[in-house]
């Protein structure tokens, strides 16, 4: 069984005028998911476009510093997240470990990392994560604790 779909004439040349927009806009202003403009002030509708990913937290909750701890991320995107990466280094800097995260099923926006190194109790981490979209636009966060 087929079910035909009708479209007022300007509600197609609606759709045929926003997707023309999108394709100038991304010609003229992004060079492989990378921003070049470079005027004082983006023109209105550019400036929410293309937003990258947005890392909106970090739940340190489950990471006590032991393998298997869980480093729990919720990031939002509107384009679809190909890769979430997480560093885990000590207050100094030095990189304790680093990896991919993992999304909870297809579409989701929860994300989690499992630890595989311990940490010594007392030990100051920071949580730095990195989350890439199908445009190649990158969103990061960063959050700390000291581990018990």
Same mark, same amino acid.
């Given at each position: 069984?087929?079910?035909?779909?009708?479209?007022?004439?300007?509600?197609?040349?609606?759709?045929?005028?926003?997707?023309?927009?999108?394709?100038?806009? =991304?010609?003229?202003?992004?060079?492989?998911?990378?921003?070049?403009?470079?005027?004082?002030?983006?023109?209105?509708?550019?400036?929410?476009?293309?937003?990258?990913?947005? =890392?909106?937290?970090?739940?340190?909750?489950?990471?006590?510093?032991?393998?298997?701890?869980?480093?729990?991320?919720?990031?939002?995107?509107?384009?679809? =997240? =190909?890769?979430?990466?997480?560093?885990?280094?000590?207050?100094?800097?030095?990189?304790?470990?680093?990896?991919?995260?993992?999304?909870?099923?297809?579409?989701?926006?929860?994300?989690?990392?499992?630890?595989?190194?311990?940490?010594?109790?007392?030990?100051?981490?920071?949580?730095?994560?990195?989350?890439?979209?199908?445009?190649?636009?990158?969103?990061?966060?960063?959050?700390?604790?000291?581990?018990?």
């Amino acid at each position: 069984m087929m079910t035909k779909v009708f479209f007022a004439e300007h509600i197609l040349a609606y759709r045929r005028e926003m997707a023309e927009t999108v394709r100038q806009v =991304i010609r003229e202003n992004y060079v492989a998911g990378v921003k070049t403009y470079i005027g004082a002030e983006p023109f209105l509708a550019q400036a929410d476009l293309l937003p990258p990913p947005e =890392i909106e937290t970090i739940f340190l909750d489950y990471y006590e510093g032991h393998p298997d701890d869980q480093v729990m991320m919720a990031i939002a995107d509107d384009f679809g =997240i =190909i890769s979430v990466y997480v560093a885990i280094k000590d207050d100094i800097g030095n990189v304790i470990e680093s990896g991919g995260a993992d999304a909870f099923g297809a579409g989701s926006q929860c994300w989690s990392y499992t630890a595989t190194v311990p940490v010594p109790a007392g030990t100051h981490v920071i949580v730095l994560a990195a989350a890439t979209d199908c445009l190649g636009g990158v969103g990061a966060l960063r959050a700390s604790k000291t581990v018990r």
